[in-house]
């Protein structure tokens, strides 16, 4: 009785506990579809400056206090396409759907221009040029499985037309 309960028990988990670990203990999961976009818009040869995230100025501003950092924008630097050197100043997004047992969608689906949009609009920029994607699939044993859109690139923010500085709002 001992031992077939050992091996029902041995076999349950070969069944049901395979696909756990792919979604719970580490991030990430079956990689598809990777491509490359050269830009979300034509820029057809506008000038521009690259949009990068701050960490030290990001990490400055946790002791002020929330009202303060309410009125900053969001902690960036720009760097002229001359001066960018092509690491470090990438923004991320993604966009996700779960699907209830494998079967039933039930939320959202996937939105690649919502992925875009989180990834731009969280540094402020404009668009964003020199784009990789992927698709992840994350399951969850039988309660179903997980399909995220993630996209990587460069945010850029167009100079407006006789402005000197795109710093401004």
């Known amino acids: 009785m001992k031992r077939r309960f050992a091996i029902g028990l041995v076999?349950?988990?070969?069944?049901?506990?395979?696909?756990?670990?792919g979604g719970v203990v580490t991030r990430g999961g079956r990689v598809h579809e990777v491509g490359v976009i050269p830009a979300a818009t034509r820029t057809r040869g506008a000038a521009f400056?690259?949009?990068?995230?701050?960490?030290?100025?990001?990490?400055?501003?946790?002791?002020?206090?929330?009202?303060?950092v309410q009125n900053l924008g969001p902690p960036v630097f720009y760097l002229e396409p001359t001066e960018y050197q092509g690491a470090g100043c990438f923004s991320d997004g993604?966009?996700?759907?779960?699907?209830?047992?494998?079967l039933w969608p039930v939320t959202p689906p996937l939105d690649p221009d919502y992925a875009i949009s989180l990834a731009v609009q969280r540094l402020r920029g404009d668009t964003m040029i020199n784009m990789?994607?992927?698709?992840?699939?994350?399951y969850y044993s039988l309660l179903g499985s997980a399909f995220v859109f993630h996209v990587r690139g460069n945010v850029i923010k167009f100079a407006s037309p006789g402005a000197e500085d795109v710093d401004a709002p």
């Open 11 to 21: 076999l349950l988990f070969l069944l049901a506990g395979g696909c756990l670990p």
């Open 49 to 68: 400056r690259y949009v990068c995230f701050d960490p030290t100025e990001a990490e400055r501003r946790e002791d002020l206090p929330a009202e303060e």
């Open 94 to 102: 993604e966009s996700s759907v779960f699907f209830l047992f494998n």
């Open 132 to 138: 990789v994607f992927w698709h992840e699939v994350h």
